[in-house]
């Protein structure tokens, strides 16, 4: 509670702390920008919190106790549309060449409005002088009262991070999701080991730029991936993000083999408003011999309505090499700022 009260009186520093950025580069931004400077009390306070929550035991050196190793619960209310609530097929037969196959309308895909929870516990526990863990697990569960279907999902994540020198960093992470519907549960996991590189380059703009690699585990196949990052703040506010993954063919499975992500974030009417663009592109499947390549696109614009509640809008299409696949839908959702005790 200590920062949100002195970033309200501290506009310049408290620009750096955009929410789309990661906390690294958020405190990264407020060191640089008040190096030099003439600096208050509370501009000292915040900067020596930022430090210490990163993991830097010693912080500016002040007499200022920041708890290192932090636990919280959350629970948080979920209401959105989704496009297939229990895991079911297009509605419309599939032609593969002269054949045609119509499926049972029983296993036709639901839309519509879920409304549920998500709960969990998440935290950071500082080890060393200049390391830490982040770790979360949460469950949600989000019910069609139209269709009288659920969603359940689990999903469990950790990462050590590690300062090394010069503004160098180590990151290895692991994380899993569970995901059941009606008529399909699957599972997806990964393991990545990645470096990032803190800087500036003037006027106010500091830089992560990232390189890593990532084990991939799904239901039917493992992939290998590289994945690039390169993020910007601006002590103004501003944000930009720009991320890259390139992953390795896998025979007989539709897998992703390219995809690009770019993120900007601004405040409009002092209220938080970011949007997204991405792009991906997977190929290997195979039905009947048949070959399956897909191209994704998405855009998506989120914008703080209160300080409690933000809404989500955007447009998926799914172009397909075999039309049964494609596919076009919005994408809606209020997004509620969790309760944390």
């Known amino acids: 509670m200590l920062i949100i009260a002195l970033l309200s009186a501290h506009p310049v520093q408290a620009s750096c702390l955009n929410h789309n950025a990661d906390s690294r580069l958020r ?18 306070l915040l900067l020596d919190t930022l430090l210490k929550r990163e993991g830097f035991a010693a912080g500016i050196g002040l007499p200022n106790p920041v708890d290192r190793s932090t636990t919280q619960a959350f629970i948080s209310p979920l209401l959105d549309y989704n496009s297939n609530i229990n895991g079911g097929n297009p509605n419309r037969p599939l032609v593969l060449g002269g054949l045609t196959f119509i499926g049972d ?31 979360a697990v949460s469950a949600s569960y989000a019910y069609s009262p139209q269709h009288s279907l659920g969603i359940a999902r689990g999903s469990a994540n950790i990462c050590s991070r590690n300062f090394i020198v010069n503004q160098w960093y180590i990151d290895a992470c692991g994380d899993t999701t569970r995901l059941v519907r009606d008529l399909i549960a699957e599972t997806n996991s990964g393991l990545s080991l990645s470096t990032a590189k803190l800087f500036g380059t003037g006027n106010g703009a500091f830089h992560s730029a990232s390189f890593g690699i990532r084990r991939y585990y799904a239901e039917e196949y493992q992939q290998n991936q590289i994945q690039l990052g390169w993020n910007t703040v601006r002590n103004r506010g501003a944000y930009t993000g720009f991320n890259f993954s390139f992953g390795e063919a896998v025979p007989n499975h539709l897998a992703q083999r390219r995809s690009v992500s770019a993120t900007l974030g601004t405040t409009v009417f002092d209220r938080a408003l970011s949007a997204t663009a991405s792009y991906s592109y997977a190929d290997g499947g195979k039905i009947l011999g048949f070959e399956r390549d897909e191209i994704t696109r998405s855009i998506t614009i989120n914008y703080a309505i209160t300080n409690s509640l933000s809404v989500n809008v955007g447009f998926r299409e799914v172009d397909s090499s075999i039309d049964y696949f494609s596919e076009r839908e919005p994408i809606v959702s209020l997004q509620f700022a969790p309760i944390r005790f």
């Open 105 to 135: 309308e029983a296993n036709l895909r639901r839309e519509g409005a879920v409304a549920g929870a998500a709960a969990g516990v998440n935290g950071r526990t500082a080890y060393g002088n200049d390391n830490y863990l982040d770790y």
């Open 27 to 44: 405190t990264y931004c407020a060191a640089e920008t008040l190096l030099g400077n003439a600096v208050t009390l509370n501009d000292a």
